[in-house]
């Protein structure tokens, strides 16, 4: 039987749920919806970033045993705008030893690159990168790829599928592609507002 590293029950805020819902190590789920569902709601419910009621256990820990910081970066959300703090690149990884930038088009001079001087697909890129760092053992990827031609697309993708594989990762991924929820999804789940239903 396949271990379950995520387990939702019963998960609501004050406008969406409430869903309950089981993702094995290992495992990637895509997540569609109309505009206004409530997709980026509930994983910012889920990364413990929003208000909510209900439970969300990590490897059968609930969240109100580990602290937010922690739990944060051990289910890590990848929004479809990352935020950036500090002015340069490199400020926001530690060290300069990122395995992942490579593979996502860049080399190791972008850690000096001004924060401002960034297009909307290279944050996307760097932001992945930078959670990919903390070693999360669930990601939670929303429009991972929304900003992104199709070669970059191909290499989140393909990092994404890599690190899963690698670590036994459960994700969640947000995609208004049908043809990309079919490449990296192995189940498909539509949400509205009162409903998580699974779909072929």
């Not at 996502?104 to 996307?124: A, H, M, P, T, Y």
């Amino acid at each position: 039987m396949a271990d379950s590293r995520l387990v939702i029950k019963d998960l609501r805020t004050l406008q969406i749920g409430p869903y309950s819902l089981t993702i094995n190590a290992g495992e990637c789920i895509s997540l569609r919806g109309p505009s206004g569902s409530g997709k980026s709601l509930l994983l910012r419910a889920i990364a413990d970033m929003d208000p909510h009621q209900g439970q969300v256990l990590l490897d059968n820990m609930p969240y109100q045993h580990i602290p937010a910081p922690v739990w944060r970066k051990k289910v890590c959300l990848v929004p479809v705008e990352s935020q950036w703090w500090h002015d340069t690149v490199g400020a926001h990884f530690s060290g300069d030893d990122c395995p992942y930038l490579e593979a996502l088009g860049f080399d190791k001079n972008v850690l000096g690159w001004q924060i401002n001087r960034l297009s909307s697909g290279e944050k996307q890129r760097l932001a992945l990168a930078r959670a990919l760092m903390n070693k999360p053992q669930v990601l939670l990827l929303d429009e991972a790829t929304a900003s992104l031609d199709r070669k970059n697309t191909d290499a989140v993708e393909q990092i994404v599928k890599q690190y899963q594989q690698e670590t036994g990762a459960a994700i969640i991924w947000v995609s208004h592609d049908d043809s990309q929820v079919d490449r990296v999804g192995s189940r498909h789940y539509f949400l509205t507002p009162t409903q998580l239903k699974e779909v072929a």
